[in-house]
């Protein structure tokens, strides 16, 4: 795998030209429909219905790199996740997240000449507002903040990330062909992919660069490969819509000032949709047996489901969707609960 830290990245690099025309054809304008999804925390609506006001679990329909992401970590997340929609406390960090994403999205907005750091700025307050007003569980965040002083020093460390972007990238050199776009395609074998991408741009020559910011450090290089599985499955999505390997994929670290780039080719493409054919096969078996099995790792220590988890001595709600009956005792397959 070829890949490359860059202390700093003006435009596209050198062997990309920076943006500065129309959006190409093929990548639709309007990406700002998405954004009232985006701040909303929303997660893929194909695992439930909604009848009489009452929420009905059906099997999932699609995949987003997210979602694949937690079936690989553990199949059992990505039950309580997709399938049974167990609640999730909002976490400081990712909800700072959000809301750089928001503010790095409307800064484009402005006109080149604008798009200073200052600027920048000065958008987190506003763009905080409007996320309390679209997801307001945020706000529990800094419930036993009654003085401020902890938001104040959150927003705050907000700020220091929308600035350090500038020493990454030259916004007044690009023109992004879309923003927080949101694509969906569906493979030869019935398997539909989806996600959120950050920014798409497009040279005037044709070429197509996938950005993702990520406000966190970025990865020892013996990781950078799991980093770049989610640039992977959208590089999939667009080659697999518009028939176009992009020429570049970009993880923007604001956490470390770091930018991490990777130069598909079509080999690369087909790889990632072998393996995620296996992986959604895995997920309609365990879909259909109910055989969610927990993958005890690290992570586990920040998981909200530890009182549903049996590594933890926790029971998984009742399965809410039909198994398959096994041909051997007639024995329901995957009530989960401790081996």
């Not at 025309?21 to 998405?34: E, I, L, M």
């Not at 990505?78 to 990712?94: N, Q, T």
């Not at 604008?114 to 409007?130: D, F, H, I, M, N």
């Amino acid at each position: 795998m070829e890949t490359s830290t860059e202390g700093a990245a003006a435009g596209c690099g050198s062997d990309v030209a920076p943006v500065t025309g129309p959006a190409a054809d093929g990548f639709p304008a309007g990406a700002d429909s998405t954004v009232a999804t985006v701040e909303a925390g929303a997660v893929e609506a194909d695992a439930v219905a909604v009848a009489d006001g009452a929420r009905a679990a059906i099997p999932p329909a699609s995949l987003s790199p997210s979602r694949a992401s937690d079936f690989m970590q553990c199949p059992l997340l990505y039950r309580f996740r997709v399938i049974d929609r167990l609640p999730e406390k909002p976490s400081a960090a990712a909800t700072k997240g959000t809301l750089v994403h928001a503010v790095l999205e409307r800064l484009f907005d402005a006109p080149a000449a604008e798009r200073t750091a200052p600027r920048a700025k000065s958008l987190v307050p506003g763009q905080w507002e409007r996320l309390r007003e679209s997801r307001p569980e945020v706000v529990e965040l800094f419930a036993d903040d009654p003085e401020g002083v902890r938001l104040a020093t959150w927003l705050g460390e907000a700020e220091q990330l929308v600035e350090r972007w500038f020493g990454l990238e030259d916004p007044t050199r690009l023109e992004p062909a879309e923003r927080e776009l949101f694509v969906e395609a569906e493979l030869d074998s019935g398997l539909r992919l989806r996600g959120i991408i950050d920014r798409v741009d497009v040279a005037p020559t044709g070429e197509v660069r996938i950005v993702d910011y990520k406000t966190g450090k970025a990865p020892r290089p013996e990781y950078a490969e799991g980093a770049l599985f989610q640039m992977k499955f959208y590089a999939l999505v667009v080659w697999r819509l518009k028939g176009v390997v992009p020429r570049r994929l970009q993880l923007v670290y604001l956490g470390s000032g770091d930018v991490l780039t990777y130069d598909p080719v079509l080999a690369d493409l087909e790889r990632v949709e072998r393996k995620l054919l296996a992986l959604w096969e895995a997920i309609r078996l365990a879909t259909e047996t109910g055989e969610w099995r927990p993958r005890p790792t690290k992570l586990c220590g920040w998981c909200d489901h530890q009182a549903h988890c049996p590594e933890f001595g926790g029971t998984p709600p009742p399965y809410p969707l039909p198994v398959r009956v096994a041909e051997s005792g007639g024995v329901p397959q995957g009530r989960m609960g401790p081996d």
